[in-house]
Structures are given as structure tokens and as C-alpha cells.
């Protein structure tokens, strides 16, 4: 009888140890889901102007490309804020996309392109001069727009 117990309680054992082993491995499996499925993240800091086109191209081209396949924040301050009014004038350079047609590109594309409110203030930028699609920027919506790791290009 000591025996059939034993061998009841050992049977017992076992299948509670399968069935916890069964959900590690789906627990498992369903963290390795959801970290393939995170996208990473590019924050592109924007402080160039018509200063240097070239620097405000290539950020503003980079961010177009970047954003076919993660996730793109764009944060303009210093100088960049001056390109992004509703009278602001386009910069076309050979190699790169227009400033204003990567801009339609990334607000078609909901990608947050943000202005420095201190630097608005600066250059004389109210809220209502800035581009549709463009907004002031908000401290907790840097670290909010991806789940994945975070890459920061300056310009």
C-alpha cells in the first residue's frame, strides 16, 4: 500500500512538472513574440536651419526613410524651428528630398515632428505659425512614440 501511494505521488509529481514545464516554454514563446514584433525607435534632433541645408536635408530625408520600417520622432530646435512655419522656405538640394516635400511625406506618415517651445518663443514662432501636422513639443511624448530601443541622430 506504502508503495501504490508513492508511486501515486511520484505520477503526481510528474505531471505537475510537465504542465509547469509546458507553460515556461509558452511563456517563452510568447516574449520572443513580442519582442521580434517591438520596433526600435529613431529620435532625430533637428538644430540646423537654412544655416546649414544640408544638415536639415539629411535629417529630414534620414527620417523619411527610417520611418518605412521603425519607428521616427523628430524633435526641431536652435535653428531647425524656423523651418517648419506655414511660410517657411523650401530648401532643394541635389541628392535629397525637398524640405517641405519630406515634411508632407512624414506628417502624411503620422510621424510626430515636434518645435522647441523655447526656441519658438526665441524666433518670434507663435503655436498657430507652425505647419499642419506640426506640433509643440511635450516632454513625456519623447519617450512614449516607440516600445523597441531608442537610436538618437543629431543634425
Given at each position: 500500500?506504502?508503495?501504490?501511494?508513492?508511486?501515486l505521488i511520484v505520477?503526481?509529481?510528474?505531471?505537475?512538472?510537465?504542465?509547469?514545464?509546458?507553460?515556461?516554454?509558452?511563456?517563452?514563446?510568447?516574449?520572443?513574440?513580442?519582442?521580434?514584433?517591438?520596433?526600435?525607435?529613431?529620435?532625430?534632433?533637428?538644430?540646423?536651419?537654412?544655416?546649414?541645408?544640408?544638415?536639415?536635408?539629411?535629417?529630414?530625408?534620414?527620417?523619411?526613410?527610417?520611418?518605412e520600417s521603425q519607428?521616427?520622432i523628430l524633435f526641431?530646435?536652435?535653428?531647425?524651428?524656423?523651418?517648419?512655419?506655414?511660410?517657411?522656405?523650401?530648401?532643394?538640394?541635389?541628392?535629397?528630398?525637398?524640405?517641405?516635400?519630406?515634411?508632407?511625406?512624414?506628417?502624411?506618415?503620422?510621424?510626430?515632428?515636434?518645435?522647441?517651445?523655447?526656441?519658438?518663443?526665441?524666433?518670434?514662432?507663435?503655436?498657430?505659425?507652425?505647419?499642419?501636422?506640426?506640433?509643440?513639443?511635450?516632454?513625456?511624448?519623447?519617450?512614449?512614440?516607440?516600445?523597441?530601443?531608442?537610436?538618437?541622430?543629431?543634425?
Open positions: 500500500m506504502k508503495i501504490l501511494n508513492l508511486l505520477f503526481a509529481l510528474s505531471i505537475v512538472s510537465c504542465n509547469n514545464t509546458n507553460d515556461s516554454i509558452i511563456e517563452t514563446d510568447q516574449n520572443a513574440e513580442e519582442s521580434i514584433s517591438l520596433k526600435d525607435g529613431a529620435f532625430i534632433h533637428v538644430s540646423s536651419g537654412y544655416d546649414n541645408p544640408q544638415k536639415a536635408l539629411m535629417a529630414v530625408s534620414l527620417a523619411v526613410k527610417l520611418a519607428d521616427v526641431f530646435d536652435i535653428k531647425g524651428v524656423k523651418l517648419l512655419t506655414k511660410t517657411s522656405e523650401d530648401i532643394d538640394m541635389e541628392s535629397f528630398l525637398t524640405l517641405h516635400g519630406a515634411l508632407d511625406k512624414l506628417i502624411e506618415q503620422n510621424i510626430q515632428i515636434m518645435a522647441c517651445p523655447m526656441c519658438m518663443k526665441k524666433a518670434g514662432i507663435e503655436p498657430e505659425d507652425l505647419r499642419e501636422g506640426v506640433i509643440v513639443a511635450e516632454g513625456e511624448k519623447f519617450f512614449n512614440f516607440t516600445k523597441g530601443r531608442i537610436l538618437t541622430l543629431d543634425y
